[in-house]
T-cell receptor, first 114, second 113 residues
Framework: DAGVIQSPRHEVTEMGQEVTLRCKPISGHNSLFWYRQTMMRGLELLIYFNNNVPIDDSGMPEDRFSAKMPNASFSTLKIQPSEPRDSAVYFC????????????FGPGTRLLVL | AQSVTQLDSQVPVFEEAPVELRCNYS??????LFWYVQYPNQGLQLLLK??????LVKGINGFEAEFNKSQTSFHLRKPSVHISDTAEYFC???????????FGSGTRLQVQP
């Protein structure tokens, strides 16, 4: 099993640029989650999808952030325009859509906005 | 709203000693409880989880945790730690029908020779 795949693994960009993070969930999983990890705020949910439909986006910081899941095997998280405070590690996770199902995490994308 | 408190930000311990990492949660409804481990520059890996039934849950790498509903706790234990257990450990909860996890702030376990 390939596990959850995220790309890129590292991204360095300048303030104001658009950033797109990508995620391929585990085949057969129908729930997908985006989390952000920072020293100040720890691990926090940004958004999650069930069957490609956004269910809870209450964690999305503001309109600069958007997420899509056009099909069951691909999701993107876009930041436009990026700001230095967006610097963080962004994790994608996937699971089956059953209560208490284990979430499997990708290796993360480390984003640095200068 | 649910919340998770990990009481210790760092726990130093000598190799082969026992360890307990503490976790308390608050929720008004029934919850599912998880412990994840994060090694440096890696994603999170599930150690164990409590869904229902027996309150003592055994996980990978010799870890176990006990669910205590009256104290709203889910402490993680290992009777004898190894150097390779050095990592950050996260307690997490999902509440009712909400699939997303709420994480604690993490505990850094530092195993010394």
């Amino acid at each position: 099993d390939a596990g959850v795949i995220q790309s890129p693994r590292h991204e360095v960009t300048e303030m104001g640029q658009e950033v797109t993070l990508r995620c391929k969930p585990i085949s057969g999983h129908n729930s997908l989650f985006w989390y952000r990890q920072t020293m100040m705020r720890g691990l926090e949910l940004l958004i999650y999808f069930n069957n490609n439909v956004p269910i809870d986006d209450s964690g999305m910081p503001e309109d600069r952030f958007s997420a899509k899941m056009p099909n069951a095997s691909f999701s993107t998280l876009k930041i436009q325009p990026s700001e230095p405070r967006d610097s963080a590690v962004y994790f994608c996770a996937s699971s089956y859509e059953t209560p208490g199902a284990t979430q499997y995490f990708g290796p993360g994308t480390r984003l640095l906005v200068l | 709203a649910q919340s998770v408190t990990q009481l210790d930000s760092q726990v130093p311990v000598f190799e082969e000693a026992p360890v307990e990492l503490r976790c308390n949660y608050s929720s008004s409804v029934s919850v599912y409880l998880f412990w994840y481990v994060q090694y440096p520059n890696q994603g999170l890996q599930l150690l164990l989880k409590y869904l229902s039934g027996s309150t003592l849950v055994k996980g990978i790498n010799g870890f176990e945790a006990e669910f205590n509903k009256s104290q709203t706790s889910f402490h993680l234990r290992k009777p004898s730690v190894h150097i390779s257990d050095t990592a950050e450990y996260f307690c997490a909860v999902s509440e009712g029908g909400r699939r997303a996890l709420t994480f604690g702030s993490g505990t850094r376990l530092q195993v010394q020779p």
